[in-house]
């Protein structure tokens, strides 16, 4: 499993850093959007959506909502409203995982509550990401932030939690997510990112001077926001009965499975990022 978790990364990871450094704007965007309208069809399997038709007028949905996402960001108008929404929704989010975390019998909301909170989940993030990679001076730069901050704690986490795991984070949601896990993901993601802005101050890619205690409080508030986000993923499983999102990447499951930390994370480094960090 391990190695498969490797080779899929080896693979995923240069073709991501290639779209945002290496080519336009449109293609990161593209391949964002594309990310999240196969996160949308997943979606669709784990709330039991059932239809083929209901299930592609749910994909086609969020490509409509990405859509007019394209268009607010090209008429360059302000980004805080989407942003905020996107927290809006988190914090729901988070109001529903520990609603669950009491009760883990309590059923799930209605489809159309299910519909709605998918909507929200896939659409917002892409323009969470594309609105800092449109940023002319040091976009790129942002993104990668991004990246590497979530990929670093989804690495910790697993590493730490193997190793010294014994005090679970949330056992009605995920037993297998420990508070070991959650602070070995925090150390490896800040010090990464931290390594990686002083690499960028230092070489000239990013911004000469960083703000570093709003660069740490960033990260941390994006390293918990990816926990929820993980965490979010979980319970959907676990109130309908399933193992993973798809099959689609070998050894890490759906592409959900993947993206559920960068999903949660990207308002929140996008908030910063506009706040002039």
Known sequence: MLKLRVITALVLVPLALLLVWALPAQALG??????????????TRLIHLDGVVARIGFVLGVAAVIGLEWLYLALSLA????????????????????RFGRRPETPPPPMTGRVTAGLLLCALPWYAVMMIQSREADGPFWVTFLFILVWGADTGAYFAGKAFGNRRLAPTISPGKTWEGVLGGALLGIGL????AWAGAALGFGPAA???????????AGVGFSVAGDLFESMIKRQHGVK???????????????????????????LGVYSGL
């Open 210 to 220: 960083p703000a570093w205690l709003g660069l740490l409080l960033m990260a941390m």
């Open 244 to 270: 993973d999102s798809g099959g689609l990447l070998p050894g890490h499951g759906g592409v959900l499975d993947r993206v559920d930390g960068m999903i949660a994370t990207a308002p929140v480094v996008a």
């Open 30 to 43: 593209i391949g964002v959007a594309l990310v999240l309208l196969l996160g949308a069809w997943e979606w």
């Open 193 to 196: 990112v931290a390594v990686y």
């Open 79 to 98: 980004p805080v409203p989407l942003l905020l929404l996107a927290l809006a929704w988190w914090c729901i989010a988070f109001l529903w995982l520990q």
